[in-house]
């Protein structure tokens, strides 16, 4: 399906739940999620953000403010007024953005190994150079980048397929989307000082292994949000849900729970 061009597939009943990948990934990452989540009764929407995955990049520049207006577009083509929105790394950036400018349309939010953040001046230059390593025709700078940051030290030898499959998600990323997605990270906004005013029920989720978005940065997110619960996840890697699905899971689900009992 495709909507003011986002692909992206639903499945299930109930409680909307939105999930946001990461960089350089698709919505094929969130596999392990929707036919739990689903099958506990939500309504499952896991869409591929501009550029990434079956969904096209737009003709203008592209920023977090960008990919969150196409969201809340799929939102409206589905007829959603409120969902749980919930944003993997990258996808964070953009949950951070829709906390910011659209706070009515949040049930509640989901910060999965993300943080608030902005690039300091050392991850900036980083992320130009690798943009233009790009747009020079190396166009396996960002999977070979990031492939090294995505998972626990064990997992490459515990599952080697998992690791090969997220490769080839990395690898089928457009040039033009990795371009647009590095720019617009690189040039994202600070919310650290800011997180004391998103007075919404918050998960956040992160794993103690993680090389690319160490657990600190989860623990300061949920030490500065008014409502949040904080999750670490042992034994995982960047690709959490993926590497402990079923703690992952769970974790979720005890959110999603108390929401919808709350």
Same mark, same amino acid.
């Given at each position: 399906?495709?909507?003011? @061009?986002?692909?992206?597939?639903?499945?299930?009943?109930?409680?909307?739940?939105?999930?946001?990948?990461?960089?350089?990934?698709?919505? $094929?990452?969130?596999?392990?999620?929707?036919?739990?989540?689903?099958?506990?009764?939500?309504?499952?929407?896991?869409?591929?953000?501009?550029?990434?995955?079956?969904?096209?990049?737009?003709?203008?520049? &592209?920023?977090?403010?960008?990919?969150?207006?196409?969201?809340?577009?799929?939102? #409206?083509?589905?007829?959603? #007024?409120?969902?749980?929105?919930?944003?993997?790394?990258?996808?964070?950036?953009?949950?951070?953005?829709?906390?910011?400018?659209?706070?009515?349309?949040?049930? %509640?939010?989901?910060?999965?190994?993300?943080?608030?953040?902005? #690039?300091?001046?050392?991850?900036?230059?980083?992320? @130009?150079? +690798?943009?233009?390593?790009?747009?020079? %025709?190396?166009?396996?700078?960002?999977?070979?980048?990031? &492939?090294?940051?995505?998972?626990?030290?064990?997992?490459?030898?515990?599952?080697?397929?998992?690791?090969?499959?997220?490769?080839?998600?990395?690898?089928? @990323?457009?040039?033009?989307?990795?371009?647009?997605?590095?720019?617009?990270?690189?040039?994202?906004?600070?919310?650290?000082?800011?997180?004391? $005013?998103?007075? +919404?029920?918050?998960?956040?989720?992160?794993?103690?292994?993680?090389?690319?978005?160490?657990?600190?940065?989860?623990?300061?997110?949920?030490? %500065?949000?008014?409502?949040?619960?904080?999750?670490?996840?042992? %034994?995982?890697?960047?690709?959490?849900?993926?590497?402990?699905?079923?703690?992952?899971?769970?974790?979720?689900?005890?959110?999603? @729970?108390?929401?919808?009992?709350?």
């Amino acid at each position: 399906m495709v909507i003011n @061009t986002l692909e992206y597939d639903e499945q299930g009943s109930g409680l909307p739940v939105l999930l946001i990948h990461g960089f350089p990934l698709n919505r $094929k990452m969130w596999q392990p999620q929707v036919e739990r989540l689903a099958r506990s009764g939500y309504r499952v929407i896991c869409p591929d953000l501009m550029g990434f995955g079956e969904s096209r990049l737009c003709g203008q520049p &592209v920023t977090m403010s960008l990919y969150a207006d196409a969201v809340i577009k799929l939102l #409206d083509s589905l007829d959603i #007024d409120k969902a749980v929105i919930g944003g993997m790394s990258m996808g964070g950036y953009v949950l951070f953005n829709l906390v910011e400018r659209y706070p009515e349309r949040l049930l %509640g939010v989901m910060f999965l190994v993300t943080r608030a953040a902005a #690039d300091d001046a050392a991850a900036r230059e980083k992320r @130009t150079m +690798l943009a233009a390593e790009v747009e020079n %025709g190396n166009l396996r700078a960002v999977p070979d980048a990031f &492939v090294r940051v995505l998972f626990a030290p064990q997992t490459p030898q515990d599952k080697p397929q998992l690791v090969s499959e997220v490769r080839r998600w990395m690898e089928s @990323t457009s040039a033009q989307g990795a371009v647009a997605g590095l720019m617009a990270m690189r040039d994202r906004a600070d919310y650290v000082e800011r997180l004391d $005013k998103f007075n +919404l029920p918050a998960l956040v989720i992160g794993a103690e292994l993680d090389l690319a978005v160490p657990p600190e940065h989860a623990q300061v997110l949920a030490g %500065g949000l008014p409502d949040a619960k904080l999750k670490i996840i042992p %034994g995982a890697g960047h690709m959490v849900n993926l590497e402990q699905p079923v703690a992952f899971n769970q974790a979720l689900l005890d959110f999603l @729970t108390s929401l919808r009992e709350g």
